[in-house]
């Protein structure tokens, strides 16, 4: 074959070809450059006294405005984060000959720390010689008299004044609106350098982040005239920037407010949406840092002292803390046995303390020894029983389990407005598949049926799957922002948040039994975990509690050990709600690291937050308190003090072995 | 003892310079008229750069580590070069991809970080896509087909592709452009070569629509250029004011008020020659233009004195795509084309381009060597 394809060519031929192609090709390029230099002859020649005379007049330089950036505000007006004028020392490096000692001896004058140094310097070998660097931002008063004295002394620095970020609340939003950092050269690279010229701030986090596009604005320019040196003589043009937009979250201040005061500075986190739209209305994560810190450059000191503290203040926990839910999942794993035709309300469960898998040895307890009888559904979740959810579990089997479950967002994202959710994980073949490559085991499904084996959810996800629940299945994505704005002057525009598919729930009648189920848990009586929490308030409230296991259980023995601190080193502890029971305009979810119980210790931080919600409707909420339906009921006070049942412990499997996941709930 | 060895190192070197003068490796022409462009550049250079002598000297730096480049590569004889070209370019394109996997979602990104330096795979396919279409032609009978001509389409397409999504059009250009001109030595037919231009003409509408909005942009601010004050547009009416004022004979050396005053961005890079067209002026624009036109001549010639189909090719495009590179930047400068991120070669400041292009030109080098003789 080869042989045949050189016979084809024809040597000589082809070099003959190449030489006049060659040729040719010269021809062009001599045509090309040709034009070129006809182009530059009409330039230069025919249009030079145009262009001599523009360059001449040439004194004119476009210089941008940066835009100011949105405001945000909470939902009824309050101002979250808002710009401050500031001033700033700046200096033009090409007309300062030695650095060095200029640093030295300006330093005498306006106080310089290392960090300051250290960001001019790392900024300065990243600009143009021409270009102005920031030096120290946020002047003091103090700073800018001793400057203004000895300004002689130092060509090429000014103080400069510019508009800078302040959040008035502090750390109570640092987790959600997050704050704004300055542009450093990786951002450069990605910016749009025309949009951002000028601009020396940018969202780092949270809302400032994820509504970065419309927070910014778009920026201004002004014609300003120079003389020979390139200095600003005046302004000839103004063209203002155009402002970002004001952004309104659907935050109530208040709301967010008590429930960051009701964690008491103990590590957690709290989501409260409303299950009509979407909106969030708190989203807390306990504890926090000042947000501010950061916005002018945040100091190596106080930099490592929020990421060495124990207890992680930098850590979104509503966002990005993974918890197994525990108990608090089976009012969603009851409605999806009703939903997928697997039980029906009436049907009941005997529970004996013991549920043995059919031909295995091992067996799983009820929190309860002795079991709680037989059980139906509303029974089961008032009382947490544990046996009623295995077998409900079992009989879904883990793939329509999981399928259920994953249209309320578990193990995946719930869609909030913010960057960075974290997606949990929920129990799956697949999931175990890809991460254990081991297949599933029964025992697992078991386990996944109380809100162990492997489950973990953020307090956002089950905050939402709350407040789908309480919404009669409407899947709202939860959304911070409900509105942005144009300028002050102008009328707020809502932004939509449709659902984002049709109900979950196909018949109300299901949805009917879980709210009782779940309003049980609060007013049932003896066995009810969420006993009390009710008490005094005007609406009827539907909860679940939820404690899971922060450790693998290693014995099988029931704990003895009743001290609160004890456990509370052993338990995370959950509390969901919503209320009113008959038409919920608030879902809530509670996580308290360090909880003894749901019921007891997360129950109270989600039932201040509803109070706080219920002093925002005014008029609207009924003033009389109804009486509960059964029984004599403790004063609130009791209720933390009330004594637990007995023998209210995780459950265990109860030949170990099983994975690290645990026992679980109340 | 040491009579002897400064004797022996005295005839070797003797020996080396005849040799070197008698049958030299590298062709003495293009040799000075690249010698002459790179002292121009280091010149312009240092005024567009505000008498900045660091900058010139890094600059300088990087032309001796290009010629270095090019030396070693003049060593390597064609017929090797030929037996590495697929795996060069197969390993080239594989690097783009590497880089379009990693930049997903992260803006332009055409840098690969090596830890030591960081580089552009696409400065390889400038090199390494003529080499492959020669490559591809050079057993082939010629002129080519519409099957080999449908094939180095497939294998000019993939890697430009590629580049034009970091995206990089002017990049992409160059090297689809170098690709193109691999072809059109081949001799590909006339009738075939206005078919294909005519059809790339016919879908020039429709990749309007595939292209980035700053792309339109950039073209669009060439047909008003008032409309975008503090972009392109003032680049390019900046630009024209330093060119049309540079009149007949020029202002004269450091004496550019345009890239002085800041009035003119990218004054040491992209829109160099501006500051050179309006230092110098005409006589200058012809004299810098008239050296190209000398080099890529040489090359030509080099081309047409080679031994074999592939030599013939690579040399002969490695030369015409200089041609692209002058005609974009001067048009670019000029008000002429849009802005694309292409330099005036061996003028603009910038590393890779500079060891890139003297890289080719040691490959025209190692082709000169290895040229048929005479007899």
Known sequence: ???????????????????????????LIVLGLLALVGRYVQLQVMRHDEFALRSEANRLKPRAIPPGR???????????????PAFRLEVVPEQVPDMDAFLREIGSVVPLDQDDIDAFRKQLRQSRRFD????KLRLTEDDIAR???????????DVVPYLTRRYPYGPLFAHVIGYVGRIDADDQDKLDPVRYKGTSHIGRSGIERSYED?????????????????????????????????????????????????????????????????????MVSVPSFDPNLFVNGISHADYTALTTAEDKPLYNRALRGVYPPGSTVKPFLALGGLELGVRRPQDTVLSTGEFCLPNQSRCYRDDKRGGDGTVNMVRAIQLSTNTYFYKLALDMGIDRLSGWMGRFSFGGRTGIDLDGESTGILPSREWKAAHYKQPWFPGETVLTGIGQAYWAVTPLQLAHATAVLAGHGMPYPPRLVMATQAGVDTPRQPLPNPPTGPSLIARPSDWDVINEGMQAVIYGGAGATGRGLGDGFPYRIAGKSGTAERYSRRTEAYDTNKNSAYLAARHRAWFIAYTPAEAPKIAVAVVLEAGAWGGKDAGPIARKILDAWLATQGDQAPKATPLPEQGAIPAPGDVTESPLPEDDLPAVPASGGEPAAAGSTP | MIDTLVETLHVRLRRLLRRLLTRPRIDLPLAAGLFLLACAGLVTLYSAGDADLGLVGGQAARFAMGAALLLLVSRIPPA??????????????????????????????????????????????KLTMPMMVAWYLHPRQLPPGWKDIAVVGLLIAVPAALIAKQPDLGTALLVAAAGGFALFLAGMAWWRIGLLLGAVAAVVPVAWHFLHQYQRDRVLTLLNPESDP?????????????????????????????????FLPEHTTDFIFAVFSEEFG??????????????????????????????????????????????????????????????????????????????????????????????
């Open chain 1, 1 to 27: 074959m080869r042989t045949v394809r050189r016979s084809l060519k024809d040597p000589r031929g082809e070099s003959a070809l190449f030489r006049r192609r060659a040729l040719a090709g010269f021809g």
């Open chain 1, 70 to 84: 949105g405001l945000i505000y909470d939902r009824n007006g309050v101002l979250l984060a808002d710009n401050v």
């Open chain 1, 132 to 135: 102005s660097v920031p030096l």
């Open chain 1, 147 to 157: 400057f203004a004295i000895n300004r002689w002394r130092f060509p090429g620095a």
């Open chain 1, 214 to 282: 419309a927070l910014h604005g778009t920026p201004g320019y002004e014609l300003v005239e120079v003389n020979v040196d390139g200095r600003t003589q005046r302004v000839l043009e103004r063209h203002p920037p155009a402002p970002g937009r004001n952004l309104y979250l659907s935050i109530d201040v208040r709301i967010q407010r008590a429930a960051e005061a009701a964690f008491e500075g103990r590590p957690g986190a709290a989501v409260a949406i409303d299950p009509r739209n979407g909106q969030v209305l708190a």
């Open chain 2, 80 to 125: 090797v070069l030929r037996s590495w070209t697929p795996w060069l370019y197969l390993g080239s394109t594989f690097l783009l991809v590497v880089v379009a996997v990693l930049g997903e979602g992260r803006g332009a990104y055409r840098w690969l970080d090596l830890g030591v330096m960081r580089f552009q795979p696409s400065e390889l396919l």
């Open chain 2, 230 to 262: 503090l972009g392109n547009g003032w680049h390019i009416i900046q630009s024209q004011i330093a060119v049309g004022s540079g009149g007949v004979f020029g202002k004269g050396w450091q004496h550019s008020t345009q890239s002085r005053l800041e």
């Open chain 2, 282 to 375: 005409l006589v200058g624009v012809c004299a810098l233009l008239a050296l190209y036109a000398f080099i890529i001549g040489r090359c030509l010639w080099i081309a047409m004195e080679a031994r074999d189909t592939y030599s013939r090719l690579l040399a002969g495009a490695i030369g015409m795509s200089f041609f692209v590179y002058v005609f974009v930047n001067g048009g670019m400068v000029a008000g002429m084309l849009p802005v694309v991120g292409v330099p005036m070669p061996l003028v603009s400041y910038g590393g890779t381009s500079a060891v890139s292009l003297l890289t080719g030109f040691g490959v025209l080098m190692s082709i000169h060597a290895h040229r048929k003789m005479h007899d």
